[in-house]
């Protein structure tokens, strides 16, 4: 019996349809990244930390270095992720941050790309990666999250090589600790082993599997962390703060229905439950990687992206499937290329947004206040104050973790300016706003005597308590 074999022209034809298929994907990409239109909130008080741990201070104390309003000790379980942002800030400024983002990103569609490829075919996984970063794009601030995200992609990507084969990948370990040294999302990497073992339980055909060693690697993979600098802290802070931001941070509440990456995740599940009726096939652990997937994105906003990621695997297991490449190098080229077109794209790295929130004027009187002054700063313009202008004292910052409910429910209520929010601010000593135009804050001091609006523009306004 013969085989044919395609010609010469019908693999030049083969890999054009590639490159542009991952060209479409890098321009997709920088059109994301372009509708940024400032850097991540998020951003300045990660290099304020980086910045203060650089210099020594260790944090896990009271009274806080950063805020005042503080009464529970900050645990920096992204110490390493800050203090690197800090270094490259300092060697190349947020366009070096930019740098940095746009290689994360490039390194999350390969994984992508890399874990789908285990089942389907080379144009077909770089389409799954396509609609899998789009998921992710919520998660790409210049923050340590989009960093556990990528670890996060890694360690899928090696426990699904443990759904196709059986075998236990040890250098989970490795990625285990990073990860918990840079973003508190590391948890996150001991649930995806489980979900990968729980499929391979469930898989028809199932390879040899050596379950002692696998479960020793799960329970590894979840007591590392504590050969890092903080210990056992490493293993309780992040549901500590989960438990914190979950009632006053927006992204770590459950999305809206309407929210159009949720609205994707869906989508993307419900095509692998569809091919899967459409071929009359069984594939149970398709099904529990798309539903793991769907139950991740609803969970909160911040955990949209890494549900995403989930459907990668899921979708290419529906697809086709391909043999490994008789030329991988070949294969990988025109992602490289592509790869190189996106950090060349004006506004993904060069020409990207630079300056903090602050227009000009107002954030010139910020920074001539005077030392030590207690100042509320919106929670948008906090990171920024505390990391450009670090002479004034300010009450409370982006850490949700370090408040107690009490203490976070009174700000609020002086923040609305409820009932008795002038006696707060003479109980903390309060002589600078900084809030937005029509604000509860703005409107209620300008009928207060005393207060005077050191500078306007824009959005913005300062306040200042005169006498």
């Known amino acids: 019996m013969s085989t044919s074999v395609p010609s010469d022209t019908e693999n030049r034809s083969g890999r054009g349809v590639l490159a542009a298929a991952w060209l479409g994907c890098a321009l997709l990409v920088a059109l994301l990244l372009r509708l940024r239109t400032a850097p991540d909130v998020d951003l300045w008080l990660h290099l304020r930390i980086g910045r203060a741990l650089r210099d020594g201070d260790r944090f896990q104390a009271l009274p806080d270095p950063l805020t005042s309003l503080a009464d529970r000790p900050y645990v920096p379980t992204q110490w390493l992720a800050q203090v690197g942002m800090s270094v490259v800030d300092d060697l190349a400024g947020v366009t070096g941050l930019h740098a940095v983002r746009a290689l994360l990103l490039l390194a999350l569609a390969g994984l992508a790309h890399a874990s789908a490829r285990r089942w389907a075919g080379p144009l077909a996984s770089v389409g799954v990666a396509a609609a899998v970063l789009v998921g992710t794009s919520a998660a790409w601030g210049e923050r340590p999250q989009l960093l556990g995200l990528v670890l996060a992609a890694l360690a899928l990507h090696l426990w699904t090589g443990t759904l196709v084969d059986g075998r236990p990948r040890w250098a989970l370990l490795g990625v285990a600790w990073l990860w918990s040294a840079v973003h508190g999302s590391w948890p996150v990497g001991v649930a995806l082993g489980a979900l990968a073992l729980v499929a391979l ?267």
């Open 201 to 467: 339980a469930v898989a028809r055909p199932r390879p040899p599997v050596r379950w002692g060693r696998l479960g020793a690697l799960l329970v590894g993979t979840a007591l590392v962390p504590v050969l890092g600098p903080l210990g056992p802290l490493a293993l309780v802070e992040p549901f500590a703060v989960g438990v914190a931001a979950r009632s006053t941070v927006n992204e770590w509440k459950p999305p809206a229905p309407s929210n159009p990456l949720l609205v994707l995740v869906v989508l993307l599940a419900l095509v692998v439950v569809v091919r899967l009726v459409r071929a009359r096939r069984a594939d149970l652990p398709a099904v529990l990687l798309a539903v793991a997937g769907v139950a991740l994105a609803a969970t909160s906003v911040r955990t949209i992206a890494t549900g995403a990621l989930l459907l990668a695997p899921a979708l290419a297991r529906t697809l086709r499937p391909a043999p490994d490449p008789a030329h991988p190098w070949r294969e990988r080229v025109p992602g490289l290329v592509a790869a190189a077109a996106l950090l060349v794209v004006p506004g993904v790295v060069v020409g990207g947004p630079e300056r903090g929130p602050l227009p000009r004027t107002v954030d010139a009187a910020v920074g001539a206040l005077p030392a030590g002054t207690p100042t509320v700063a919106d929670a948008y313009a906090s990171g920024w104050v505390l990391w450009a202008h670090p002479g004034p004292r300010v009450l409370r910052d982006l850490r949700a973790e370090v408040y107690t409910p009490a203490t976070a429910a009174a700000y609020e209520d002086f923040s609305a300016t409820r009932s008795g929010w002038q006696d707060y601010a003479r109980r903390h000593d309060v002589r600078a706003v900084l809030t937005r135009r029509g604000e509860p804050l703005d409107r209620g001091l300008a009928g207060e005597a005393g207060w005077t609006r050191a500078a306007a523009e824009g959005d913005w306004v300062l306040w200042t308590l005169t006498g």
